[in-house]
Structure formats: structure tokens, C-alpha cells
């Protein structure tokens, strides 16, 4: 499907992005189908089918491709709906999914609401791509841990116990207590950690002079305590545009660090949070929560919300109480930076000072 052929006047286009082929279903203003079929998942291929066809709404999916795929369509001129897929439940529990169904679904919600698929803003070209170096290390941070992880548990079969130390000595350390008969087996391991520490170090020094150079509003939120160069980095990168919240409580349910709320009746059970937002941001604030919670954490309002809360959480407190300061430090970056303001950890709330005020 090269040529274009029936790209006309009110069209609505649902396209179900694919790995090797993405399907192609359009509906003119009254509904009818106009054209089906589909197309190679490529740059070349997009930009020859819709470069020279008249402006039509075009619905995708959010997922691998439709970064890439929403930002050529909009520089050929089309609108372009990226729905959010966790809203998509009417095509998920299609009992005849296929990608034709599911491209028609997606064209016949854009023509029927456009608010029905949720749609979502990705981020522009230049974010993403610094965004990859913190996703990159992040790869490697969790194949540094699985492999550490590896080497303690064998040991600790052969009735060994690598001894506790910080994850930059783990190579030199844990050759001490890993038995003679399993080290041929563990060294290219430790090597590999090794190995990777260094390459984890150099993304740091990257990332931390991208930060300082590029994205020197990072250093009004790395007032709080707790909130290093890849978590101020991920953050601002990650919403990139900070006005698209009309409030900074807002933050934390997009997230998804909000409980999730299923009241019926004088039933009201306590949930887990959505996991709605970017797992990668949503890791790092509780990372940072964790710090201020933890023994090198310094005393301010955030640390002993958190603290308050921990001691009426029953067995899950720390747990619940690491997620509620992640969510209020969620809201607290973002006002620091839509203000610009001077941080202060121990704030005293707006009535004790209206009424020293009096």
C-alpha cells in the first residue's frame, strides 16, 4: 500500500503500529469505511504514504513506535491522537482482536470523542534522546544488582557469606568470601560487575555535566536533600514542559503514585497505588524517599511526614510511608520549579505564620 489513494477530505484514520507492518483503517465524516490495509513500520514508508495526502485525524496507540511515528505524522501535517493503552480496555478484551479490529476501534473512537482515547503528549526528539542515557544506565544498574544478587546467593548454597560492603567494593570484597571450588564459576561474574560499575560511573559524569550544562534548572531541585543529578534529570526530562499541570498536586497522580479508589457501598478497601506515571521517575522518588527516611536523611517537613506516617501504617507502614513522601516530593519539585524558589526543609505551615502574624 505505497500509493496514496483515498486520504480525502474528513477522514479519521486508526493505525495499529506494528514491529515490521502497522494497519491502516479510515472512515470519511459519515462513518463509512473508505480504506483498509496496511504498511511497512518504517520512516520511508510513513513519510511516502501520508506526505502528500490531505490533513486527516489519526489515532494511535501509545508503545515502541509511535514516538517516532506521532512527530512525522504532525511535520506532514496531520493530527495526531496518541490514545493512552491502559484506557483501551473495549480493545484489549475484544474476544476477535486482530490489528484491523483494533485499528477500527481506534478510528472510530477518534471520530466519535478524541477524550475517549485519553490521549497523552510525548515528549519532543531532544528529550527523549537524553532521556536514553539515563534509561541506559539504568539498564545496567539493574543487570549490576541481578548479577550481585547471583554471586551472594551461590555462595551463601556452598555455605558461604559475602561479606556486606557498598556495590563499588562488591568485586574486590566479595572474592573473599566466594569458595575456592566456585570461583572458576563466579570470576567472569565479578568481572562483569566490575565492568560495569565503570560504565556506570562514566554515565554519572555524563549525565551530571548534561545536567549542569544543559538543564541548569536541575540545581533548584537538587536543593532537597535526597534528590541527585539522574533523579532532578529523569524529572524534568520526563515532564518536560512543567505548565502542562495547572496544579503541582497534580504530580503525583500522574505518576501514578495515587492509591487506587474502588468504594462501593460502605465498602471502601484500601489499594495499592495506579503504577499509572514512568516507572523509571516513579523508582527514583522513592529511591530519594527512602534516603530521607533513612538514617543519613535530614530533619525536614517531608522526613518527619514520612516518619508520622511509618508509626500508624501497621506491618506495611514503611513501605506506605516511603510511597506518601515520594508523592509529596513529587508535588514539591514541581512547585520549586514552576517558582524557582529557595528551598526550606522546615517550612512552617501558611496558619501558624497568619497567626504569629496577628
Known amino acids: 500500500m505505497e500509493e496514496c489513494t483515498a486520504i480525502a477530505r474528513g477522514l479519521t484514520i486508526g493505525l495499529d503500529l506494528g514491529d515490521k507492518y502497522s494497519y491502516l483503517y479510515a472512515t470519511d ?20 504514504r501520508f506526505g502528500s495526502c490531505e490533513r486527516a485525524v489519526i489515532a494511535i496507540e501509545v508503545g515502541t513506535h509511535s514516538p517516532w511515528v506521532s512527530r512525522l505524522l504532525r511535520e506532514c501535517g496531520h493530527e495526531v491522537l496518541v490514545a493512552n493503552s491502559r484506557k483501551l480496555r473495549m480493545i484489549y478484551t475484544n474476544d476477535r482482536k486482530t490489528d484491523r479490529v483494533d485499528a477500527e476501534w481506534l478510528a472510530r473512537l477518534a ?22 542515557q539515563i534509561r541506559s544506565r539504568d539498564a545496567l544498574v539493574a543487570s549490576r544488582t541481578q548479577l550481585v544478587n547471583q554471586v551472594r546467593g551461590t555462595v551463601r548454597s556452598f555455605g558461604g557469606r559475602v561479606p556486606k560492603c557498598s556495590t563499588a567494593s562488591f568485586p574486590k570484597k566479595s572474592m573473599e568470601g566466594i569458595p575456592a571450588e566456585i570461583r572458576p564459576a563466579l570470576s567472569p561474574v565479578v568481572e562483569m560487575i566490575s565492568s560495569l560499575t565503570s560504565q556506570i560511573r562514566d554515565f554519572d559524569r555524563r549525565i551530571e555535566e548534561m545536567a549542569r550544562t544543559r538543564y541548569p534548572e536541575t540545581a533548584v531541585l537538587r536543593q532537597v536533600k535526597g534528590v541527585g543529578p539522574v533523579t532532578s534529570l529523569a524529572y524534568m526530562l520526563i515532564l518536560e514542559d512543567p505548565h502542562r499541570f495547572k496544579k ?12 487506587r479508589k474502588s468504594q462501593t457501598g460502605e465498602r471502601d478497601p484500601q489499594l495499592r497505588i495506579t503504577k499509572a506515571g514512568d516507572q523509571l521517575l516513579r523508582r ?15 530533619d525536614c517537613n517531608l522526613r518527619r511526614f514520612g516518619l508520622a506516617r511509618a508509626q500508624r501504617g501497621g506491618k ?15 508535588v514539591l519539585l514541581h512547585h520549586l520549579w514552576v517558582t524557582g524558589e529557595i528551598y526550606e526543609p522546615l517550612r512552617k505551615p501558611r496558619k501558624e505564620n497568619t497567626t504569629q502574624s496577628r
Open 29 to 48: 465524516s459519515r462513518g463509512q469505511i473508505v480504506e483498509e490495509g496496511r504498511l511497512a513500520t518504517t520512516v520511508g514508508a510513513f513519510r511516502r
Open 111 to 132: 471520530r466519535l470523542d478524541p477524550k475517549l482515547l485519553a490521549p497523552i503528549q510525548h515528549r519532543g526528539a531532544s528529550a527523549q534522546t537524553d532521556l536514553a
Open 248 to 259: 503541582s498536586r497534580s504530580v503525583g497522580p500522574y505518576l501514578g503514585l495515587r492509591t
Open 284 to 298: 527514583l522518588l522513592v529511591g530519594s524517599a527512602h534516603y530521607i527516611l533513612g538514617p543519613f536523611g535530614p
Open 316 to 330: 506495611n507502614g514503611k513501605k506506605r510511608a516511603a510511597v506518601a513522601v515520594a508523592r509529596k516530593l513529587a
